[in-house]
């Protein structure tokens, strides 16, 4: 079936976009139409001699994702008379990682994906225990998002909570005598954590347990194969692209100007210690501009490191980005998603990276409920999923050649199971997914693009040598003037953790930022300048629980 166009399809619901979705069990192999220019074209404003609009604000963000989305937002709360400038290549919000076919659409908080927690080894080589400093870290991020939303709902700057985030139990689930007994170890290291403690499990002999928890799951398998699941009833469902668009809706709202189908081509400091940021209109328009700024917030996904480069900030220095596209397989049958309304990881195979760890999730998107299952990974050139295959090309520069070159011959496995996965065929992957759920009919199941995942190239600190980075950094120039957000997981549900991070490294010695400290207390609670951003100074029982219950009731996701 032929891609829909361009316009028409960022226009239309999330729903609609399934809606046209057919065919039997196959691969989309990311055959999807190009960005496309708004009619008129661009070449009026220099052809025709009109020349390029100069415009000053106090504000630059690139990009109108969920990041830039939050960092506006939130910078518009604590400045209101500040001028702000928004520009986005596509004809609308959230189009690229932040669409809800272009991520996980989890609130990842740590309850069931095992790549966060990990197995130590004793001396002798024997696995010890499960480690749980960076599930707690992600955890306490989520819970910052949790708390900002809550005011954002609060306040009337989000629409009804049930058009973007929904309550759904977040299960772990181990296959076999090895993955049960690390879930086992894994819940024991968890569930004496107060952001942990509702966690349940559900051990292999517990059969009627496990139909109830994930009929699915159980329904069809081997009953001699034994497997063991935890389950958190606080986990949630995020369409992020929804939320973005209500977040961008927001920031017009207090004044923030928006400029569709605008592409930054240039990004240069001018003498005057201000950033020019040249612009021009992807069709019908005034053309060309250059826009003047204080400050720029680069939150361009896998663009922000171009956009960084083109900066020409030291700090950007020796980065690269390894791009990683897939396909989802969906499932649209009513009586196969009303079975299974719950988000399942399992551990991936022994030394695969995180990314490998495919997921059979219920998903909520633009208002229709969906089984997504993968991802399944695909290598590409693109650092967008509406990018150019000259992208990665473009990035590689002196300084990151060795660090490249260093992260890629490290990582050989990744190459490998991203090649096994473009040649897997259609059996293959549906045995995948029968993996998780052992009666997957092929008929019910269609392949979508996945977006792209441009994770993090850089030197290790340590060695001096290429390291492949999974999750996200804040890159910022020497006098805060200019930041943008490298890397992808645990990406949006960490968005308002990231902000407060860009808020601290950018603003934190000047005079406002004393004065935004009752308003970011407002804005998430449990928010404190003395620990890290989206950390908590204070984690017990009673706080967390205190934000579970507030939490839950604003955004009506407390556990049925």
Known sequence: MAAPSLEKRLSAAADDSINQLGGSFRGSSMRVEKSKPAPGGWCQGICGGVPPKEREVDVILIGAGVMSATVGLMLKELEPNWKMMMFERLGAPG???????????????????????????????????????????????FLSSRQYWDYLTKTG??????????????????????????????????????????????????????????????????????????KVSHGTDVDYGALTKAKITAFQELGGDLRLHTEVTDLKKNKDGKWVVTTKVNGAGSGWAYNKAKFVFVGAGGWALLMLQKAGIPEVNGYMALP??????????????????????????????????????YRTIGGKEVLLFGPFGSMTMKF?????????????????LLPTAGALSRNLSLAVMLMKDVFKSAMGKLQD???????????????????????????????????????????TGANGTICGLLGASPGASTCVSIALDVIEKCFGSSPEFKKWSPKLKEMIPSWSPDVAAGDMKKVTPDVVNNIYKTTGATLKITPK
């Open 384 to 400: 967008l999923r509406y990018g150019s295959v000259t992208d990665a090309f473009k990035a590689l520069k002196p300084h990151n």
């Open 324 to 361: 990683v596209t897939g396909d989802w397989a969906i499932c649209q049958n009513p009586e196969v998603v009303s079975q299974h309304k719950v988000k399942v990881y399992a551990p991936g195979a022994p030394g695969a990276p995180p990314m490998s760890m495919p997921h059979l999730d």
């Open 95 to 141: 189009e690229e990682s932040s669409n809800g076919f272009n991520n996980a659409g989890t609130g990842h908080a740590g309850f069931m994906e095992p790549n966060y927690t990990k197995e130590v080894k004793n001396s002798d080589g024997s696995l010890k225990t499960v480690t749980t400093d960076k599930v707690e870290h992600v955890c306490e991020q």
């Open 433 to 475: 997914i029968r993996h998780y759920y052992p009666e997957a009919d092929p008929d019910d199941w269609v392949f979508i693009p996945a977006g792209v995942r441009a994770q993090i190239i850089k030197k290790d600190p340590k060695t001096g040598k290429g390291m492949l980075q999974f999750g996200t950094e804040v890159v």
């Open 157 to 230: 700057k989000l629409p009804k909570p049930d058009t973007w985030i929904h309550q759904t139990n977040h299960i772990a689930l181990g296959v076999g005598k090895d993955q049960v007994e690390f879930i086992k170890k894994r819940y024991e290291a968890m569930k004496s954590h107060p952001l942990f403690s509702s966690m349940e499990i559900c051990l292999p002999e517990e059969k009627e347990k496990a139909k109830q928890w994930a009929p699915l799951i159980v329904k069809g398998r081997d009953p001699t194969e034994p497997i063991c699941m935890t």
